[in-house]
């Protein structure tokens, strides 16, 4: 929290979100994030927003007295610490995964971890890829592992592929014909359009003309499996993580035409990259990836 009040002091003090994150090496996506969340966490309105302007709301004069006591008594104590030689404990690592992620790749690459020797304290921040993406940014999170986003990459941060998952069509066992006579007999069971993953799949209806009837909409391929195999519909799914073509009482057809793919991998800040245990970590989470393929 510390960090979201020094951000609230320069925001304040620089009348201006994009500035202040010039100012702290934050987008100003970033910097409206965690502003975001000091209101939500104290419960009042910290600046009125007029378009691109910020001013101060009546709760943020009254507060930022108090925040820049808070920050500066940090500062002092972070100062004396260092002044006495007082060692820092080794400095988790917090690491954000989609659910399939930690359901397929996490286990294996934290035991090849462990095997290394002790490593730091593991903090895992479950989320949709778009969440993670934003917690990064915003610095709370050291890595990612999450599908590629299709922005680019900032200078901060370094991407590196996992693994590219195929995506197949699914239904219950019971259910009869091909991809258009789900579509036209089963309700869908729509991957979340808000996240990268659902962005595919409906893109790849729209190319292909195919009209579903729309039964739920949800964020997890793993519970979308589950649902299948409860003969609530049909779905598009990414295959390998969930074993979707091998799972029981489910039915799977490949996709017409060029094959629809996502792209998995490790989007990790540059500066915890030079933290050993973090970089050992990221090889760990390759050398997972890689064994899952060759298996």
């Known amino acids: 929290m510390i960090r979201y009040l020094k951000t609230f002091v320069t925001a304040a003090e620089t009348a201006s979100f994009s500035a202040a994150g010039a100012r702290l090496g934050l987008t100003q996506s970033a910097v409206s994030a965690q502003i975001q969340r000091l209101e ?19 709760d943020g004069r009254r507060l930022l007295a108090q925040a820049r006591g808070i920050v500066g008594a940090y500062r002092a104590m972070r100062g004396e610490a260092g002044q006495h030689g007082v060692q820092a ?5 917090d690491l954000g995964a989609i659910l399939t992620v930690q359901m397929g790749v996490l286990p294996g690459a934290v035991r090849r971890w462990w095997a290394r020797g002790a490593p730091p304290h593991l903090n895992i921040v479950p989320g949709m890829s778009v969440q993670l993406l934003g917690q990064i940014d915003a610095r709370e999170l050291d890595v990612a592992v999450v599908i590629k986003p299709r922005l680019g990459i900032p200078s901060d941060l370094k991407w590196l592929t996992l693994m590219h998952e195929h995506y197949v069509a699914i239904a219950p066992k019971s259910a009869r014909g091909e991809l258009g006579d789900w579509a036209r007999d089963l309700p869908f069971l729509r991957y979340n359009r808000r996240s990268y993953g659902g962005y595919l799949v409906d893109t790849f209806l729209r190319r292909h003309k195919v009209w579903v009837r729309d039964g739920v909409e949800l964020d997890e391929p793993e519970v979308i499996l589950r649902m299948v195999r409860q003969r609530l519909g049909w779905s598009i799914v990414p295959s390998s993580l969930i074993g979707a073509a091998r799972a029981a009482g489910v039915r799977s057809l490949p996709l017409p035409g060029a094959p629809l793919l996502r792209e998995i991998g490790v989007l990790a800040r540059q500066s915890a990259l030079k933290r050993a245990p973090v ?5 760990c989470l390759v050398e997972e990836a890689g064994a899952l393929a060759a298996g």
């Open 40 to 58: 939500d966490d104290l419960g009042c309105q910290l600046f009125e927003r007029t378009g691109r302007a910020v001013t101060l709301s009546d």
């Open 89 to 93: 404990a080794v400095a988790p690592i």
């Open 279 to 283: 970089a050992s970590l990221v090889e």
